[in-house]
């Protein structure tokens, strides 16, 4: 069954980095890995997005491995205002083709 | 900066009435798309539209709904005959590729909150 998983949830403390992964077995070959935010009540807001090895841009980095059977979001310096969940967002092989599938969700709180 | 509009905010129908959910996307962008979260749970892909045609739908997309781009600028979801079970969030999308879509941003309206009685 292709799936994209998630942990759950995450704790964190203001300033720390904070490292999210999403495992995705089935990601189909062209299909690039994007990561949103969202706040409760509201729609997912774009983060980052890559297709292999190493992207980063004001906010995140995203790590991928030559596999990409996996990927983590990097949030280098968290605040109060980080806490939300985070989803994964790849193209899965299913039996019926290719599936835009988001991950399961994290769901990060950042504490003082 | 430009963003995707979902009209309304708040919807509430009756078991086996037609809901229409309106979605502005962004001017530029030409691929659009549906996706739908319960409460509490995961973002889900519902359908999505490029050139006046659905380019993929996932199994939850079945002969109740549908889409349309009726004008230039919106780009409707359809639900024929509501079951208590479609009560979610309802997100529109839209990116601007031309390309097949899966190498560009998706960005996402605010949402529609259904709720079937």
């Known amino acids: 069954l292709a799936k994209t998983t998630q942990p759950i949830s995450m704790d964190s403390y203001e300033g720390q980095e904070v490292n999210i992964t999403c495992s995705h077995n089935?990601?189909?070959?062209?299909?690039?890995i994007t990561w949103y935010q969202q706040f409760p009540s509201q729609g997912p807001r774009f983060i980052i997005q890559?297709?292999?090895t190493k992207v980063t841009n004001e906010v995140a980095s995203l790590f991928i491995p030559a596999d990409r059977k996996s990927s983590t979001l990097s949030l280098p310096r968290v605040s109060l205002s980080d806490t939300a969940v985070y989803y994964c967002?790849?193209?899965?092989?299913?039996?019926?083709?290719?599936?835009?599938?988001f991950g399961t969700g994290t769901q990060l709180k950042v504490e003082l | 900066e430009p963003e995707v509009t979902q009209t309304p905010s708040h919807q509430v129908t009756q078991m086996g009435q037609e809901v229409i959910l309106r979605c502005v996307p962004i001017?530029?962008?030409?691929?659009f798309y549906w996706y739908r979260q319960i409460l509490g749970q995961k973002v889900e892909f519902l359908v999505s539209f490029y050139n006046n045609e659905i380019s993929e739908k996932s199994e939850i997309f079945d002969d109740q709904f549908s889409v349309e781009r009726p004008d230039g600028s919106n780009f409707t979801l359809k639900i024929r005959s509501t079951k208590l079970e479609d009560s979610a969030m309802y997100f529109c999308a839209s990116s601007e590729t031309a390309s097949g879509g899966r190498s560009d941003t998706q960005y996402f309206g605010p949402g529609t909150r259904l709720t079937v009685l």
């Open positions: 890559g297709y292999k």
């Open positions: 001017s530029n962008h030409l691929y």
């Open positions: 967002l790849v193209g899965l092989y299913t039996g019926g083709g290719n599936k835009l599938t």
């Open positions: 089935n990601i189909a070959t062209n299909d690039y």
